[in-house]
């Protein structure tokens, strides 16, 4: 029953480009941004982001189950390889919590115990072991006045996720809680495969204070292959015949991520 996972393409040619054209094509010599030049390269990066809904695809049956998004966070490191000019290349590690499902299932009264006079619904939310992902992505900036600049940013980052399974079980007893059934199963897996890959895109507003330079980007990352994949059963129902399909995540994501850099020493840095 389960849908097969999309094949991964070969992603190290592609970031050892990025790599190369940022570093030799964008390097340039003189600092195109003086308000920039005095802040540090790294930085720490943090912010919610929210994963598209699931997707299940039905097979027999019809009974089904309402999919929506999740949030989440991205929290890590940002390294900008020349923060001071038009053109870069920025990486990192980030860390992820990887969601599983986020849905809600309703039970006709008549397919659940008699002390349910109406229909049953209840959510259910569940998020896998946090994945940690290595971004190589080009930016441009462009100053906008003395000390706000807007950004752009495009690439692919190379995400370390381990196998794994997650499994949701719902089960109804009766009113003397002497017989149960379990009416609602969900099974979940990650990739056989512990490294996956994604493109990722984005802009945003940097704002360059005495002391402190802020990013604020809006991103957004599209996974090569599905995220989780598997597949759901209604079953032991008291009136209605099974149901059942097969259940994705993709693992694609909009996020609002915030970066903090401090400047340096003064000493190290001129105006």
Same mark, same amino acid.
């Given at each position: 029953?389960? &849908? ?14 990025? +790599?190369? @054209? ?68 920025? %990486?990192?590690?980030?860390?992820? +919590? ?9 039970? &006709?009264? $008549? ?21 940690? =992902?290595?971004?190589?992505?080009? &930016? ?21 996720? !381990? !196998? ?13 809680? %002497?017989?149960? &059934?379990? $009416?609602?199963? @969900? ?6 495969? =512990? ?18 330079? @802020? ?5 957004? =990352? ?6 989780? $994949? ?10 209605? !015949?099974? =149901? ?28």
């Amino acid at each position: 029953m389960k &849908r097969g996972i999309k094949p991964e393409i070969g992603l190290m040619p592609v970031l050892f480009l990025i +790599l190369f @054209l940022g570093t030799e094509l964008f390097a340039q010599k003189n600092k195109e941004y003086i308000a920039l030049s005095k802040f540090r390269k790294w930085g720490i990066i943090a912010g919610p982001v929210l994963y598209n809904k699931g997707k299940i695809y039905p097979q027999y049956g019809d009974y089904s189950f309402e999919n929506f998004p999740i949030w989440s966070y991205n929290a890590g490191i940002e390294y900008d390889f020349y923060p001071d000019r038009k053109w870069s290349v920025i %990486t990192g590690i980030i860390v992820a +919590l990887e969601p599983v499902y986020n849905i809600q299932c309703t039970f &006709r009264a $008549e397919d659940i115990y008699d002390q349910f006079e109406v229909d049953f619904a209840d959510k259910y939310r569940a998020y896998a072991m946090p994945s940690m =992902s290595a971004p190589l992505l080009i &930016r441009l900036n462009i100053q906008v006045n003395k000390r706000l600049f807007a950004n752009f940013i495009s690439g692919l980052k190379v995400r370390y996720f !381990p !196998p794994g399974e997650q499994e949701l079980s719902v089960v109804f007893h009766n009113r003397d809680d %002497t017989e149960s &059934r379990e $009416e609602f199963y @969900l099974y979940a897996a990650s990739p056989d495969n =512990s490294f996956q890959g994604s493109f990722v895109t984005g802009a945003g507003l940097s704002f360059a204070f005495h002391n402190v330079l @802020l990013k604020s980007n809006l991103v957004y =990352s599209m996974d090569f292959q599905n995220t989780m $994949e598997g597949y759901y059963e209604f079953k032991n129902l008291l009136t209605s !015949p099974p =149901s059942g399909g097969d259940y994705e995540s993709s693992g694609n994501f909009l996020g609002l991520l915030f970066l903090v850099s401090i400047a340096k020493n003064k000493k190290k840095y001129q105006y």
